[in-house]
């Protein structure tokens, strides 16, 4: 039989806080001996679990003693950055029995949880698999924050999230869920170029977007605004053909790529270089086209940081996924190293000279907690906040809706999680991606 908290979790829409939005509960209804917090963000400019840990430290450790007593855990641990000095001192008095902190070096990308997942215990999962195969269960920082508040029935209605970049005052808030960029942009001091866009999610896996009404949803991490014209963002707007062009243009096969993919040096069957061979000479029609790709997390190691010559190998590799996706067939995994690559440790990259080769220095300033007190007039809740089936409507436009009132809930038996209304008012819209509700 489920833990209580498993059941609390669910109705309160805890989802995963920083990534796809894994629904929380199916986690904690998983039994393993090892509770991972990955808390290492390792995204350049973005500091919201850092500044949760240090202003909410009990509340997400008792979360972790919640979600290690539904899974049955012997041990909890917490990776972090070494260098969040202050989030480690918050944090410190709490480790007691099998609780622990795992401090990582300032390298990139740390929070991988195929890497945090080893570095922390020493296991490595299998290809393709998830951390439960090897006995640990994984979450976010701010998803146990929200484990602590759903066992006192509190729901997911604010999101804590980083604003960086071209602002006036980089900060961390938490936010109203639903609120739009436009309004986070302006909590922090505003926009200080003309021509705006948003990278979601941090710089080296974040889309660009160029709509300043995006909403803030629960998986939101921050933001980072640069100009249309700064290189980052041009390259992340470039349309597919032109990355499908780029990769055909002129690799030389140095294989740089492969011999700093992350992926391949914990010994996983992966090699960008070859994916971008095939997309050069025997084409995308080929029946073994990409396999050498599909196990790519799509980190931009490889993209952004390793090639030479600007090429475009994560691109070919998120799009040799996405032709094995639709065929409806995954091939079996090819073989790899099989053992962690001689010079994995060497050949980390460091956070600092990653920032300098986007061109984001300037930027890579401290982004802290400010209380800003904002009633938003309006807020747009997603109806797909999270992995699985998009959330139904349970309100009708008109309707007088309560802050925390459940206004969607996924079909009884599919996977995903309720949304709640984030503020009072009433239901000024629903279509298919999403409600609208206005302040009274
Ligand atoms: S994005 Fe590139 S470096 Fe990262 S896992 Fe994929 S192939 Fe490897
Ligand atoms: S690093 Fe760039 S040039 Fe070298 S093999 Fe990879 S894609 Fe080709």
Not at 371 to 388: C, I, N, S, T, W
Not at 416 to 430: E, L, N, T
Request: glycine share 8%; hydrophobic share 40%.
């Amino acid at each position: 039989m489920s833990h209580p908290i498993v059941q609390k979790v669910r109705a309160a829409g805890v989802v995963g806080a920083g990534g796809a939005g894994f629904p929380t509960h199916v986690k904690l209804n998983a039994k393993a001996d090892t509770f991972l917090v990955n808390s290492v963000e390792c995204e350049p400019l973005l500091y919201k679990d850092k500044e949760l840990m240090r202003l909410q430290a009990a509340r997400m450790v008792e979360g972790l003693r919640l979600a290690m007593d539904a899974t049955g855990a012997a041990r909890g641990i917490i990776a972090l950055k070494a260098k969040a000095h202050d989030a480690i001192a918050a944090l410190e008095p709490h480790m007691m029995g099998p609780l622990s902190l795992h401090p990582l070096d300032n390298y990139y990308p740390a929070g991988d949880e195929y890497c945090v997942v080893y570095e922390c215990t020493g296991r490595v999962i299998p290809a393709g698999g998830i951390p439960l195969q090897v006995g640990c269960v994984v979450s976010n920082t701010e998803s146990l924050v929200n484990v602590a508040l759903a066992d006192q029935g509190l729901p997911v209605v604010q999101k804590a999230l980083t604003v960086a970049g071209e602002v006036a005052n980089p900060s961390t808030f938490i936010v109203p869920v639903g609120i739009s960029a436009r309004e986070v942009i302006h909590m922090a001091g505003g926009a200080t170029v003309d021509d705006p866009v948003l990278i979601d999610g941090g710089p080296m896996m974040g889309p660009c977007i160029t709509d300043l009404d995006a909403p803030v949803t629960k998986t939101s991490a921050g933001w980072v605004v640069l100009s249309r014209q700064h290189k980052l963002a041009m390259r992340k707007l470039a349309p597919e053909h032109q990355r499908v062009r780029i990769a055909k243009a002129s690799c030389d096969q140095c294989v740089m790529c492969t011999e700093l993919c992350p992926r391949y040096l914990m010994g996983y069957a992966i090699e960008p270089h070859k994916v971008m061979r095939m997309v050069g000479f025997a084409g995308e029609q080929h029946d073994q086209w990409g396999r050498h790709g599909l196990l790519c997390c799509e980190c931009n190691i490889c993209e952004y940081y390793a090639c030479p010559e600007d090429l475009t190998p994560r691109s070919m590799c998120v799009r040799a996924k996405g032709a094995w996706s639709k065929k409806g067939k995954w091939p079996p995994h090819l073989e790899g190293l099989g053992r962690i690559h001689p010079m994995r440790e060497a050949r980390r990259v460091p956070v600092s000279r990653l920032v300098h080769r986007l061109g984001l220095t300037q930027y890579d300033v401290p982004a802290p907690f400010r209380d800003f007190a904002y009633e938003p007039p309006r807020v747009r809740l997603m109806l797909k906040q999270h992995l699985g089936a998009p959330a139904v409507p349970m309100v009708a436009e008109g309707q007088k809706v309560a802050m925390a009132q459940v206004v969607a809930d996924v079909p009884e038996g599919k996977l995903g999680a309720p949304i709640h209304a984030s503020i009072d008012g009433r239901v000024a819209r629903i279509d298919e991606t999403s409600i609208w509700i206005e302040r009274k």
